[in-house]
């Protein structure tokens, strides 16, 4: 059985498409243009990569954006009064500041400071927990991004089984937890799996729907999953071979119904929900329903 590959670069594009007529809606009807702010400390390459991909789609849609690079000594209270500022700042709709932090950064004490109306990355406690009750204000974006490619398929998950491989606070217990709601693309039988599970592949050989962000390259093998497996891979890893996901693609789409491929599946689906974040964001701040 050929697998249909889900092609986030294209579903993307769609989005994107929808959101630019919303913000030229915005800007007409009411003279609203959505902004973000992005901050990033230090030099991480793969993090420069990701915040130009951010401004960059922000430039493409008309999103207003401020870029803040700040040196990797940067002091936590200097970092604080970033944040401050721009929880005040009436053209920022939505903060980012780029994970991970240098050591010496608290993490929590940054995220915690970030306005949670302006959290359009959805890590703040409160929205964590609103996800959690099932009343969110935004939806984190990677987990919102494999929601909409799984509805956008045409991917039945009410009553599926649903196996996630990881447990990070960024995709794993998000998604799980999205996943589960009451709601239409959700509704499904989940289980996480994580570096305690004694026997993965039990697990994961009985999955309707397969979501592997366990940060190993190639962790999940055709001789894991079954026939008609729907299979979405979040891994990026970058060997000198290449990006590759947490999935061997080449073997598990032949027993896959469909799957994702790395780079080009969940990847450029992080970056348009990020977008849409800060659309809705600015909405909500303007009184916009
Ligand atoms: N680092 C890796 N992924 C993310 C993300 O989704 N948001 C932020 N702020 N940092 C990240």
Same mark, same amino acid.
């Given at each position: 059985?050929?697998?249909?590959?889900?092609?986030?670069?294209?579903?993307?594009?769609?989005?994107?498409?929808?959101?630019?007529?919303?913000?030229?809606?915005?800007?007409?009807?009411?003279?609203?243009?959505?902004?973000?702010?992005?901050?990033?400390?230090?030099?991480?390459?793969?993090?420069?990569?990701?915040?130009?991909?951010?401004?960059?789609? *922000?430039?493409?849609? =008309? /999103?207003?954006?401020?870029? +803040?690079?700040?040196?990797?000594? $940067?002091?936590? !209270? #200097?970092?604080?009064?970033?944040?401050?500022?721009?929880?005040?700042?009436?053209?920022?709709?939505?903060?980012?500041?780029?994970?991970?932090?240098?050591?010496?950064?608290?993490?929590?004490?940054?995220?915690?400071?970030?306005?949670?109306?302006?959290?359009?990355?959805?890590?703040?406690?409160?929205?964590?927990?609103?996800?959690?009750?099932?009343?969110?204000?935004?939806?984190? *974006?990677?987990?919102? =991004? /494999?929601?909409?490619?799984? +509805?956008?398929?045409?991917?039945? $998950?009410?009553? !599926? #089984?649903?196996?996630?491989?990881?447990?990070?606070?960024?995709?794993?217990?998000?998604?799980?937890?999205?996943?589960?709601?009451?709601?239409?693309?959700?509704?499904?039988?989940?289980?996480?799996?994580?570096?305690?599970?004694?026997?993965?592949?039990?697990?994961?050989?009985?999955?309707?729907?397969?979501?592997?962000?366990?940060?190993?390259?190639?962790?999940?093998?055709?001789?894991?999953?079954?026939? =008609?497996?729907?299979?979405?891979?979040?891994?990026?890893?970058?060997?000198?071979?290449?990006?590759?996901?947490?999935?061997?693609?080449?073997?598990?789409?032949?027993?896959?119904?469909?799957?994702?491929?790395?780079?080009?599946?969940?990847?450029?689906?992080?970056?348009?929900?990020?977008?849409?974040?800060?659309?809705?964001?600015?909405?909500?701040?303007?009184?916009?329903?």
């Amino acid at each position: 059985m050929a697998a249909m590959i889900i092609k986030g670069s294209e579903i993307s594009k769609q989005i994107k498409e929808e959101l630019k007529l919303e913000i030229t809606e915005l800007n007409k009807k009411y003279n609203v243009i959505p902004g973000l702010a992005t901050i990033l400390i230090g030099e991480d390459e793969a993090s420069k990569v990701y915040v130009g991909a951010k401004e960059k789609a *922000c430039k493409e849609l =008309g /999103i207003y954006s401020e870029r +803040i690079d700040l040196p990797v000594n $940067t002091t936590e !209270a #200097e970092l604080l009064a970033h944040i401050e500022r721009l929880n005040k700042d009436s053209k920022i709709h939505g903060i980012l500041v780029q994970l991970p932090l240098p050591k010496h950064i608290n993490e929590a004490n940054v995220i915690d400071a970030i306005d949670p109306k302006k959290d359009v990355d959805a890590f703040h406690p409160i929205n964590v927990g609103k996800l959690m009750l099932g009343k969110p204000n935004f939806l984190p *974006c990677t987990p919102h =991004g /494999i929601q909409e490619l799984l +509805i956008r398929s045409g991917i039945e $998950t009410d009553g !599926a #089984e649903v196996v996630v491989v990881g447990r990070s606070n960024i995709v794993g217990k998000p998604i799980a937890n999205m996943l589960l709601q009451k709601n239409k693309g959700a509704n499904a039988t989940v289980t996480i799996c994580h570096t305690g599970t004694k026997d993965l592949a039990a697990h994961t050989k009985r999955a309707d729907i397969l979501i592997v962000a366990a940060g190993r390259p190639k962790a999940i093998t055709a001789d894991m999953v079954k026939d =008609g497996v729907v299979v979405i891979d979040v891994g990026v890893n970058r060997l000198e071979t290449g990006l590759v996901g947490d999935v061997d693609f080449e073997t598990v789409k032949e027993k896959a119904k469909a799957i994702t491929p790395v780079p080009g599946g969940v990847g450029p689906m992080t970056i348009v929900m990020l977008m849409k974040n800060t659309v809705q964001s600015a909405k909500m701040h303007a009184g916009i329903g």
